[in-house]
């Protein structure tokens, strides 16, 4: 009977606990291992003596991700090889399902993701924790081994980071998604001009295909266009973290790029393409088609 009552506890905090998970490591299937982990180490614990079991799971999930992190951070062979994180993608006219909306709870687009990769291990768990889900820094300290002063400064860098990113959009979603349909419009015709004309100076386009590439500058971004023109073909508009953004398919209507944008201004900031077969064949994109 404690099993089941243990059981029924941790599942009212599963949805939760994968929300802090995907915010600290910006991979979906990668979250769901860490809340799993978190689950069998409950298991085998004497709940007895958890006077707390949110706060105990929470801190179990962080030590988890932050390991994950970690390790991650060792397999790069350079520091700046930041990948695009994993897209929660839903049609465009339905909206997020609960579950995504979860997940999504705190403003969390992919563009915000994208910097927190850049971030060390630490300081994306005491931004995450602390910023997103209110975690004392008395709190946080001990998961990353240091003073609760330490995990403040470690927040407040990694804070800078966020609010100096030039690549986080306006909150205006309805003139989001104008500059989206027109992207689209454009990149279908092949339009140099147009296209140049929607992209901020200093746009920035990262495109996963399991190596990233990046470019920067708006004619660099443009001259791109017939790689958008193939994308934009056979394409469906959708929610990319809860912003319009783009699925684009191949004719037998295999997913290959998931595309989000932040967009400032009135302008396309940034462009973030999740090409990896291997990782996109992994998202639920099902949906789309219904």
């Not at 339905?94 to 927190?116: I, K, Y």
Request: glycine share 6%; with cysteine.
């Amino acid at each position: 009977m404690e099993q089941e009552w243990l059981a029924a506890q941790f599942e009212a905090q599963r949805t939760r606990l994968r929300a802090v998970a995907y915010r600290m490591l910006g991979s979906l299937s990668e979250a769901d291992d860490a809340v799993q982990e978190s689950w069998l180490r409950l298991s085998r614990s004497d709940a007895d003596g958890i006077a707390n079991l949110s706060g105990w799971l929470t801190t179990v999930v962080a030590r988890v991700c932050l390991n994950m992190l970690r390790s991650r951070r060792l397999r790069r062979e350079e520091s700046f090889d930041v990948r695009v994180p994993d897209p929660i993608v839903s049609r465009a006219d339905a909206g997020l399902d609960p579950e995504q909306a979860a997940l999504l709870s705190v403003s969390v687009g992919l563009a915000l993701l994208v910097v927190l990769e850049t971030l060390t291990p630490d300081e994306r768990l005491a931004f995450v924790l602390h910023d997103m889900f209110a975690m004392p820094f008395e709190e946080i300290a001990p998961i990353v081994g240091r003073s609760a002063a330490a995990a403040r400064q470690l927040a407040s860098r990694a804070r800078r980071r966020v609010q100096g990113s030039a690549s986080l959009p306006d909150a205006d979603v309805g003139r989001h998604r104008e500059v989206v349909d027109a992207f689209l419009a454009v990149a279908r015709a092949g339009d140099f001009d147009a296209l140049l004309a929607l992209l901020d100076p200093d746009v920035v386009l990262r495109a996963d295909h399991g190596t990233l590439q990046v470019i920067r500058g708006a004619r660099a971004v443009a001259e791109g266009a017939v790689t958008f023109a193939r994308i934009a073909r056979s394409s469906d508009m959708a929610l990319v973290n809860g912003a319009p953004g783009i699925v684009g398919r191949r004719p037998n209507g295999q997913p290959m790029a998931v595309l989000g944008f932040a967009v400032s201004g009135g302008k396309i900031v940034e462009i973030d393409i999740l090409a990896d077969p291997a990782r996109l064949s992994q998202l639920d994109l099902q949906a789309l088609k219904e």
